[in-house]
């Protein structure tokens, strides 16, 4: 049944059809505004989660997800780039902002070893839950 669908909307009239129908369904959710209408841009966030506190300039972790718990906040002059920062005491890091200009990545690794997971965030993200603990860090140049 699902291919029978599918041909439908590869013909002209079927692609018409279904564009104007999800245009519509936009329009009627608000999630497209019409030429002339006011918009708001919405810093995208996680349902109910609000942005931890964190500096421009610096990268911060908390402990707990949803920006909660001990942070620990780090900036480029003492952290330096494409150097691992080692998070101190068996501190574990469940949330994340990255408020630098720069890539960083995230590890589960201590040592910044990518034999376990690890991420890199543009600057300006926000992790409000990592899947997985983050031990370590590493700020790139670009």
């Not at 620990?72 to 501190?91: H, N």
């Not at 949330?95 to 201590?110: D, I, K």
């Amino acid at each position: 049944m699902t291919s029978g669908l599918l041909f439908r909307f590869r013909s002209p009239v079927g692609v018409a059809a279904l564009t104007t129908a999800v245009l519509a369904a936009a329009v009627v959710t608000g999630n497209l505004a019409l030429p002339g209408q006011a918009t708001a841009q919405a810093q995208p966030r996680a349902v109910g989660t609000e942005l931890g506190d964190c500096d421009a300039g610096k990268v911060c972790l908390w402990a707990k997800p949803s920006f909660e718990g001990k942070r620990l906040t780090y900036e480029l002059a003492k952290a330096g780039t494409e150097s691992c920062v080692r998070l101190p005491g068996g501190f574990a890091a469940d949330a994340y902002a990255n408020r630098t200009g720069r890539p960083v990545t995230t590890y589960q690794s201590a040592e910044c070893a990518t034999t376990g997971e690890f991420d890199t965030h543009p600057g300006g993200s926000w992790t409000p839950e990592s899947g997985y603990q983050v031990r370590a860090f590493k700020i790139w140049e670009h």
